[in-house]
């Protein structure tokens, strides 16, 4: 069983599209383990995005992350570290199909409303970035049979 790490980035709670993010992977079937909003510092920004530091649009990233409160969560699924990045649809919303979050909700790649883990590796790194071990809830569904 798989953990990933998921964020409605400022765009997304500023469009009021938590509601309807959270209710997406919901309804999938996954388990929703962590949550909470946070003002992302920019020590934490440059942290979460460290890979991206010399690429040009690195300012403007951070500056756009910590710009207005984020939706933090974990989730919890088979395979759900894939399964969300395809639920996320393509990094430039202008490519992402209809039907992804990104396709539906979002215009520019600058803001594309939503952030997952990419890997394994990331969604452990990030998912310890953003939360304490006691913010994680562990349990076990009663409906996960039918799922
Ligand atoms: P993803 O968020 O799909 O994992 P990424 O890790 O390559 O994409 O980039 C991180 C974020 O940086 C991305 O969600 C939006 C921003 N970004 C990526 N490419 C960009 C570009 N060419 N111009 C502006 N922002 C960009
Ligand atoms: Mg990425």
Do not use: C
């Amino acid at each position: 069983m798989e953990r990933t790490f998921l964020m409605v980035k400022p765009d997304g709670v500023q469009r009021n599209l938590v509601g309807e993010i959270v209710s997406r992977f919901e309804q999938k079937g996954y388990t929703l383990v962590g949550a909470k909003m946070l003002a992302v510092s920019k020590e934490l920004a440059e942290t979460h995005y460290g890979e991206h530091k010399e690429r040009p649009f690195f300012g403007e990233l951070v500056g756009f992350i910590t710009s207005s409160p984020v939706f933090a969560m974990v989730w919890e699924g088979e395979n759900v570290i894939s399964e969300a990045r395809k639920m996320m649809g393509a990094t430039n919303p202008q490519e992402a199909t209809p039907g992804t979050i990104r396709g539906d909700y979002g215009i520019q790649v600058s803001k594309n409303v939503i952030h997952g883990s990419d890997s394994v590796e990331s969604a452990a790194r990030e998912i310890d970035l953003f939360f304490n071990e006691d913010e994680l809830v562990s349990f076990k569904k009663t409906n996960s049979e039918w799922v």
